[in-house]
């Protein structure tokens, strides 16, 4: 007779397996408490007054919640000789991340149909050479930027910035979109081509409907990269253009006498908020996107 | 009239690579025109090139009469079903089939009226609010057809509709697309490496290999008189039997000569007048060869032939054995006494046979 009940040696019990589960759990908090340690500060001390910083601890909890920091922070921190706080240049960055990432996003995904499906006669050179792009590191491209910007006579302005950041992020919405619609069957396309669709018809009525989790990717990316930039920011602006991370950066740096901690790490939050925020609303669209291989129909 | 499709001297390369060589056909309305060879032969190219999705090298090429050549695809008034059916995953079944009349502007009522005509005709009225995900392959296939049906175009085209298919499915909607044929009487170019399709569906058939047109006929023509080794070895399942031996003139009458590995050589007698050189290859399929017991005509000529495997089918037995240094298969009756190992008297029927020049591979009789 054969022995049908065989099954492997290898097997825990049931308490074993539950301490197991419990060490992986510690673990996985204590990685997260770490990880979290300095937006709890950043937090805390924002809400603090400056005498409370002063005199307390930098991890206890404020002893009395006040915006009065955020208040400055927002609307009447220095940056320099303005005390405007970091409003105005907040809405800078705004100007330029929103069209910034739209124009890129849409080139990109044009140029990604285009590369992945209509195979013309030395697309793989330009899609190549588009990849190189990405690996440029920025400072090599500042100051051949700076003279365009010049011949262009958009330096030091928001056009001139978002025009940096689309050239920039191109590179890689191109990319992004590539891999996705390679992945899509060039059949589809013929399909469509016989039914009497055009170029751009395919695109938006087959091609776009498909395409909201490397939207979401393309966004984030470019989202996260233009709205953190410094150095282009820095670089390319001039008084009153200039992003908050710029700002930022001068209320942090510029400010005489005492150090306002407070207004600082509140200034901090602000800038980091919507970058925050994007991910939060659109991030898990994000890994699956990244991860999308197939769109079988 | 005007043939409806007609392909004259086309060449396809790509790059250096020459794709397609001197390709000649025409097909007349009502035709089935199959494509047919292994793959890489070049037939889904030509097919790709017929509908102008692949710019052709050299020739011209005229659908109903007007030289196409240059046309784009949907202008050329033709309609295509896709290996893979290339259903637009984001649209409901019916948006596919109406996507085309969408994408050319016509109104609302005749896409309405049109759609429900092709649902109607293919059986997949319950499933067009549905997206292409959620249907079965054979569905697919449905409304895959139904979208190039919708177009009512002088031209079908299809390229290998079924080899995604199980193979049960794959007979049903054979039949289906038969019957849809000759419903419709409409002009067909298909496009499979299957060589039962090919001619089960074909009213004409293309062999193609290595981007040549081996032979075009019908599949008569094609299975009964091959015009070369590759079309005989291609065509028909189980193979045609491709026998080396040597001829012997006898009077009036050649003398065809088998030699066999430790028996005297089977001798068969040709007494039709044809002349053939010293070395042939001889070609029999599997139902020429059958029981003596059993054979349907006096004009047989018998062997004991010793018998290797035997393999019953249900309706057939077939039984292999070595004939000029080849595995040669006999087509036996299903209640055949043959049995591996043993010896058989074989009827061999020459009435069908081809003869090929071995240098050549081309047909002599």
């Known amino acids: ?297 | 009239m005007s043939p409806i499709l007609e392909v004259k001297n086309l060449y396809k390369n790509y790059g250096s690579t020459e794709v397609l060589k001197d390709i000649n056909v025409s097909i007349e309305k009502g035709d089935f025109l199959v494509l047919v060879g292994p793959s890489g032969c070049g037939k889904s190219t030509l097919l790709n090139c017929i509908a102008g999705l692949e710019p052709i090298t050299g020739g011209d090429l005229f659908i109903g009469g007007q030289n196409m050549t240059n046309v784009s695809p949907k202008d050329r008034d033709i309609a295509m079903v896709f290996q893979s059916y290339a259903l637009y995953p984001t649209m409901t079944v019916a948006k596919n089939i109406t996507f085309g009349m969408k994408v050319r502007g016509i109104d609302q009522a005749t896409q309405d009226a049109k759609l429900k005509h092709v649902s109607t005709q293919l059986q997949i009225e319950p499933l067009l609010h549905r997206k292409p995900g959620q249907l079965s392959g054979g569905q697919r296939q449905r409304v895959a057809m139904g979208r190039a049906l919708v177009r009512d175009p002088k031209l079908f085209l299809f390229d290998e509709p079924l080899s995604n298919l199980d193979a049960k499915l794959r007979v049903e909607m054979r039949t289906e697309i038969k019957a849809l044929h000759q419903r419709l009487g409409a002009s067909m170019v298909y496009v499979t490496h299957d060589q039962i399709e090919a001619m089960t569906l074909a009213t004409k058939i293309v062999v193609m290999k290595g981007g040549v047109i081996q032979q075009i006929g019908t599949p008569a023509e094609i299975y009964n008189r091959p015009a070369n080794l590759f079309v005989a070895d291609f065509m028909g399942s189980p193979a045609m039997n491709l026998i080396p031996a040597k001829t012997k003139k006898n009077g009036k009458d050649t003398q065809i000569e088998i030699a066999r590995k430790n028996a005297d050589p089977i001798v068969l007698t040709e007494k039709r007048s044809t002349d053939l050189p010293e070395n042939i290859i001889i070609g029999v399929r599997p139902e020429d060869i059958v029981d003596a017991a059993f054979a349907r005509t006096d004009d047989t000529q018998q062997a004991d032939c010793m018998i290797d495997i035997v393999e019953p089918a249900g309706a057939d037995t077939f039984a292999v054995m070595q004939l000029g240094g080849k595995h040669v298969t006999a087509r036996l009756h299903a209640e055949t006494t043959a049995a591996a190992g043993t010896s058989q008297r074989l009827a061999f029927d020459l009435g069908k046979v081809s003869y090929f020049k071995p240098e050549t591979g081309l047909r002599l009789n």
């Open chain 1, 1 to 297: 007779m054969t022995d049908m009940s065989y099954a492997p040696t290898r097997t825990q019990s049931p308490t074993t397996k539950l301490v197991l589960r419990f060490v992986l759990y510690i673990l996985l908090a204590l990685f997260a408490l770490f990880y979290l340690m300095p937006l709890f500060v950043m937090i805390t001390t924002s809400l603090k007054s400056l005498d409370e910083i002063r005199t307390g601890d930098l991890v206890s909890l404020p002893r009395e919640v006040t915006f009065d920091a955020w208040r400055t922070a927002w609307s009447s921190a220095c940056t320099g000789i303005q005390c405007e706080g970091v409003r105005p240049y907040f809405l800078n960055s705004l100007l330029i991340a929103i069209p910034a990432v739209l124009i890129s996003t849409i080139i990109g995904a044009l140029n990604g149909y285009v590369v992945a499906q209509w195979k013309f006669k030395g697309a793989n050179i330009f899609f190549a050479l588009l990849l190189f792009g990405c690996f440029i590191p920025f400072q090599v491209v500042l100051l051949p930027m700076a003279i365009v910007l010049g011949k262009l006579g958009i330096s030091g302005t928001i056009p001139g910035l978002i025009f940096v950041h689309v050239i920039y992020g191109l590179g890689f919405t191109t990319l992004f979109f590539r891999n996705y619609y390679v992945s899509i069957p060039s059949e589809l396309t013929k399909a469509a081509m016989i039914d009497g669709a055009g170029f751009f018809r395919i695109f938006w009525s087959i091609f776009m409907p498909l395409s909201l989790p490397i939207i979401v990717v393309s966004v984030i990316w470019q989202f996260t990269q233009i709205w953190n930039d410094f150095l282009f920011g820095v670089s390319f602006s001039q008084a009153g253009t200039q992003p908050v991370t710029v700002a930022l950066n001068n209320i942090v740096n510029s400010t005489t006498g005492v150090k306002e901690y407070n207004v600082d790490m509140a200034a901090a939050i602000i800038a980091a908020l919507p970058t925050l925020l994007v991910y939060v609303v659109a991030g898990k669209y994000f890994i699956r996107g990244l991860t999308a291989g197939s769109v079988k129909g």
